[in-house]
């Protein structure tokens, strides 16, 4: 009767052995499966494009613009004007080195868009907003040209950086202004008699509005005009020289003839007594006649 009792008790003890290697495992692996946790895979870093370069540009200058792409070894970017590879002769254009050329007249509103496009990635842009200003006047030649006889004087000058909003200022006030070309502009003006000098200077508005450095321009009243004084000295002497025609316009007609009546006579070289030979006619053909 004693035997099965300890067959039991066998089981009994195999079964809690049994469970106790098994609690062991697990507490070992750390885990009831016994498999360890994947290690998660970095996410890469996003590429980015930083551009940058001047706030503004003047009309027809020249700016640099350069990009920087973070997280790439591709540098490489496309440029772009108002979202057009390059740009165009309205918004201006830019170079592959990213040289923005600004175009020749302003572009509402006064701005464009630089852009860099990344090579590595097409999403990955930057854009900048640049300003367009007019660009500086700068006189190089300024000639005042009397109209006819009047007291009214043709102002015409050469230079760069002109707009065709630029105006001229003569003695410091703003005059009508005609835009003959971006390096030349010309105004009529009124000046006072007795005037020997103005000073001439352009303006150019906003945005980046300037003013030229001042030059001063020889006032010369003329008399007469050009066409009437040439008559004169064709008329009275023996013919017009340039010298001549601009003392009449500067003089005046009047006074010229004036200058002349008082001029002192100059006598004529004295005549010989002596005759000259008579003139024979022999195969039709003149000659002095030979003495026989």
């Known amino acids: 009767m004693n035997r099965p009792a300890r067959s039991v008790y066998r089981v009994a003890a195999c079964s809690v052995f049994v469970l106790a290697s098994f609690l062991a495992g697990c507490a070992h692996s ?100 640049e300003a367009l200003q007019n660009p500086l006047p700068i006189q190089t030649s300024v000639v005042a040209t009397q109209v006819g006889s009047s007291l009214s004087y043709l102002v015409d000058t050469v230079g760069t950086g002109f707009v065709p909003t630029s105006t001229l200022q003569v003695n410091g006030a703003a005059v009508t202004t005609t835009f003959v070309s971006a390096t030349e502009l010309q105004a009529t003006v009124p000046v006072k008699t007795g005037t020997t000098s103005v000073t001439v200077a352009t ?50 007609l009047n006074a010229y003839l004036n200058e002349q009546f008082a001029a002192p006579t100059t006598p004529l070289a004295a005549i010989p007594t002596t005759p000259l030979p008579a003139l024979c006619l022999a195969n039709n053909a003149a000659y002095p006649c030979a003495e026989s």
Do not use: C, E, K, M
């Open 203 to 252: 303006t150019n508005t906003d945005p980046g509005g300037s003013t030229s450095a001042a030059v001063t321009v020889p006032i010369t009243f003329l008399q007469t005009s050009l066409t009437a004084a040439a008559r004169l000295l064709d008329q009275a002497t023996f013919g017009p020289t340039q010298t001549d025609i601009t003392h009449v316009q500067t003089v005046g």
């Open 30 to 129: 750390g885990s009831i499966t016994g498999t360890s946790a994947p290690t998660p895979t970095p996410t890469p870093a996003a590429i980015t494009v930083t551009v940058s370069g001047p706030v503004a540009t003047r009309l027809l200058a020249t700016s640099p613009f350069t990009a920087v792409v973070a997280n790439s070894t591709n540098q490489s970017v496309t440029w772009q004007v108002n979202g057009v590879t390059g740009g165009n002769t309205t918004t201006g254009t830019i170079s592959t080195s990213g040289l923005y050329t600004a175009p020749a007249a302003l572009v509402p509103p006064n701005s464009v868009n630089i852009t860099a496009v990344s090579a590595a990635l097409t999403t990955a842009t930057s854009t900048v907003a």
